[in-house]
């Protein structure tokens, strides 16, 4: 993953910097000490990139979908697209637009205890620790972004 110039405005450069870090599995201390600033800073500017553009609460998640889907970051190296079940597919997609475990599992019709599960295997099936890391991991493979396998042959 690169950070570019944007197509359009919307995050900051050091927006970017800090959904980067994200998009790279780091927590919140780890991007602050790698960009030489306070823990409150980097969760401050979350915050406001995600009111900025419309992501309900500080979702790392969705700021990292956001920043895939707009150019911000992009996929150098493709990976190998895993294989997740329909039910991880989904809960994948319910991370992506930022939505946390209760509410995954309201739109899904399952126990919040459940989608936390899900969540735990998700993260396992891709091989990351922080739900951000598993939507880049998503971009990386194809999961998001439309990027499909041979296999898969063209898109209809």
């Known amino acids: ?22 998009a790279r599995g780091l927590r919140v201390a780890e991007i602050a000490a790698e960009l030489g600033l306070a823990e409150k800073t980097i969760a401050s ?3 406001h ?7 309900k609460g500080a979702r790392q998640a969705a700021l990292v979908d956001y920043a895939y ?10 990976r190998p697209r895993p294989t997740l079940t329909p039910r991880l597919e989904q809960v994948l997609d319910c991370a992506a637009r930022g939505l946390s475990a209760r509410e995954t599992a309201a739109e899904l019709g399952i126990a919040t205890g459940t989608a936390r599960r899900h969540l735990e295997r998700l993260h396992s099936a891709l091989e990351v620790h922080t739900t951000a890391r598993a939507v880049a991991v998503a971009w990386e493979t194809g999961l998001r972004g439309g990027r499909r396998s041979p296999q898969e042959g063209p898109e209809k």
């Open 1 to 22: 993953m690169t950070s570019t110039t944007p197509p359009q405005t919307g995050l900051t450069p050091r927006g970017v910097e800090v959904v980067t870090g994200y």
């Open 69 to 78: 889907r707009h150019g911000y970051l992009t996929v150098e190296q493709p």
């Open 45 to 47: 500017r979350t915050h």
């Open 49 to 55: 990139a995600a009111k900025a553009l419309g992501i």
